[in-house]
């Protein structure tokens, strides 16, 4: 089946979120959701996870998912918001435990933070499927950006998160703790061997020089022959050489230290004080 795919594109992050639905129906997932946050002052907005539900409202949808292509590490997940307005399920990757073992380290979390994943709905293998409606999700297990990364396959379309951007932009970084540029490109042969009509829809995009619009839908084949990083047969050597030293040049993104401690809690904030308000932690020297 062939799903229908609405993009809501967030300047301030380069993300882009989805609402996939079924072709005929009203089922729906959203995927990738924002939750606007200015770091400066500490203040979150929910300007563009407003959006997303003025529009499944609009159109009478029924949210079954809210899924997450891995732990955001340049904003902050919106989906308990979306949730609670609109309904649908939380999924991410099982090996997030992996990232909430890490990350639960890096923010002194301690033994309160639970470390099982269990603040999702749902925690996806590799080879599971799920049903938005009629339409049927596979799920590919494609780490190197971090180790929790997916690939949610629904219908001809594949939504990659951070693993590929558009082909004139390239390849995710891997510099993350737990990612790893020769992972990376093992699962990018597994995004492409998909066939070469499958839609690909990236989770950010930062238009590549001498482009003047931004865009985020493309194919695998279109990938196959012009990523700049991966195409035309570029080997696994090239491309590791190529990844790590672009990625020592990269500074951490701006919103990593709060995106990390909100995403790995399905995109809840750290628990309350005795006087109901939120603080964020800042580990000096850990990233």
Not at 100 to 127: H, I, M, Y
Not at 185 to 199: A, C, H, M, N, V
Not at 223 to 238: P, W
Request: proline share 5%.
């Amino acid at each position: 089946m062939k799903p229908i795919v609405h993009a809501f594109f967030d300047e301030a992050t380069n993300t882009i979120s989805y609402v996939v639905r079924e072709p005929e129906g009203r089922a729906a997932a959203v995927i990738d959701s924002v939750l606007d946050f200015d770091y400066s002052s500490g203040r979150t907005d929910t300007r563009s996870a407003d959006a997303i539900i003025a529009f499944v409202k609009e159109n009478n949808l029924d949210v079954q998912w809210l899924l997450e292509s891995h732990v955001h590490a340049d904003h902050l997940s919106a989906a308990p918001y979306i949730q609670r307005e609109v309904g649908g399920k939380i999924g991410i990757g099982d090996n997030i435990r992996i990232v909430q073992d890490t990350f639960g380290k890096v923010f002194n979390e301690g033994t309160e933070f639970q470390r099982d994943g269990s603040q999702f709905d749902a925690l996806f293998a590799e080879g599971d499927s799920f049903h938005i409606g009629q339409l049927r999700g596979d799920v590919l297990h494609t780490p190197g950006h971090t180790p929790a990364c997916l690939t949610y396959v629904i219908g001809d379309a594949a939504f990659v998160g951070d693993t590929l951007f558009m082909p004139d932009f390239g390849t995710a970084r891997c510099d993350f703790p737990g990612g790893s540029s020769a992972t990376l490109f093992e699962s990018i042969q597994k995004i492409l061997s998909l066939p070469d009509e499958t839609r690909i829809f990236v989770g950010h995009d930062y238009k590549a020089p001498g482009r003047d619009d931004y865009a985020w839908e493309t194919t695998v084949g279109e990938q196959k022959a012009l990523n700049i990083h991966v195409g035309q047969g570029k080997s696994a050597e090239d491309f590791v050489a190529m990844r790590d030293a672009r990625d020592a040049t990269l500074a951490m993104p701006k919103l990593i230290i709060p995106s990390l401690q909100v995403n790995m809690r399905a995109g809840q904030m750290p628990p309350a004080d005795e006087k109901g308000d939120v603080f964020l932690k800042v580990p000096v020297n850990k990233l």
